[in-house]
């Protein structure tokens, strides 16, 4: 199934929103906007709906066969490199899942991904619309990191992980002298709205994911909650630099449309919030 074009989404959708499972429904803030042209439309609404957690449903069955699974086939991320936030602010306003990467299979294995193609459906509930018409089982990323649970994701955030996975690395080499082995997410998928702000979370198509830990190669590992710190104090701690500096990367580079940390309010502080928005935002510093 493919949802229609951009175009074919209705008026009533504004924006979208951040946090899966990290921030409450009662006061999830609105991303700011980085394109000059983003506007959010603020209610007084408490509609909210609320799905499946993602634990029970976002996150797919853990898959150990790797004969089931796609193998990935490594190289050529020249593309992948550039970043595939959305640079393009006349789509800001635009709600609901990514469109469809005719291409998506093969640029998958060449950014070095094992996925299994996955299914989301497409669900109304009162003023919008959760779900996602292509979604896949992201198992290994180009830097062989392992995911506590298998990330269930629209290719266009399964594509934004792999080349995270590389800056994660990058950063971590430079850094902390060591690798990230593995991550700790929070989920991806929660099909509801905002209380304070008329708009859909990304997370209710799976285009979003909560970071909370990072385990390193040479067995550290790295938490948000205990090391990232206040926004109002400088970090004093390699960790805390780390996390940082890498959340600034994820925004700077291009790797997500939207980055959001304790900088941008007190619900993310013990994670980083990155998704594949139409619009950007930038709450990494
Ligand atoms: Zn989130």
Redesign the pocket.
């Given at each position: 199934m493919r949802l229609g074009a951009r175009s074919d989404w209705p008026a009533w959708a504004t924006l979208l929103g951040?946090?899966?499972l990290?921030?409450g429904i009662s006061s999830e803030p609105a991303p700011r906007p980085a394109h000059p042209g983003s506007r959010i439309a603020a209610t007084d609404s408490d509609e909210s709906v609320t799905s499946p957690s993602a634990d029970t449903v976002a996150t797919p069955k853990q898959h150990r066969d790797p004969v089931a699974a796609t193998t990935a086939v490594p190289e050529q991320t020249s593309t992948l490199e550039k970043g595939l936030a959305n640079l393009n602010p006349d789509d800001d306003e635009v709600v609901g899942p990514p469109e469809v990467i005719a291409d998506c299979e093969p640029r998958l294995q060449a950014a070095g991904v094992t996925y299994r193609p996955a299914h989301l459906p497409i669900v109304r509930k009162q003023w919008f619309v959760c779900g996602s018409p292509q979604v896949v089982e992201y198992i290994e990323g180009p830097e062989h990191i392992r995911y506590r649970t298998h990330p269930l994701v629209t290719c266009q955030l399964a594509l934004a992980l792999a080349h995270f996975e590389r800056v994660l690395n990058r950063s971590a080499k430079e850094l902390l002298g060591a690798q990230v082995v593995s991550v700790t997410q929070g989920g991806t998928y929660s099909c509801r709205s905002m209380a304070r702000f008329r708009m859909v979370?990304e997370?209710s198509y799976a285009n979003?994911?909560?970071l909370y830990a990072f385990g390193l190669s040479d067995a550290r590992t790295l938490s948000v909650l205990e090391h990232f710190g206040a926004p109002k104090n400088a970090a004093t701690t390699p960790e805390g630099r780390f996390l940082r500096t890498l959340a600034q990367r994820l925004f700077d580079e291009n790797v997500f449309s939207v980055v959001v940390t304790r900088f941008f309010d007190e619900l993310h502080r013990d994670?980083i919030?990155v998704?594949m928005a139409h619009y950007r935002t930038d709450g990494s510093r």
């Open positions: 951040i946090c899966a990290g921030c979370s997370h979003a994911i909560d994670h919030h998704d």
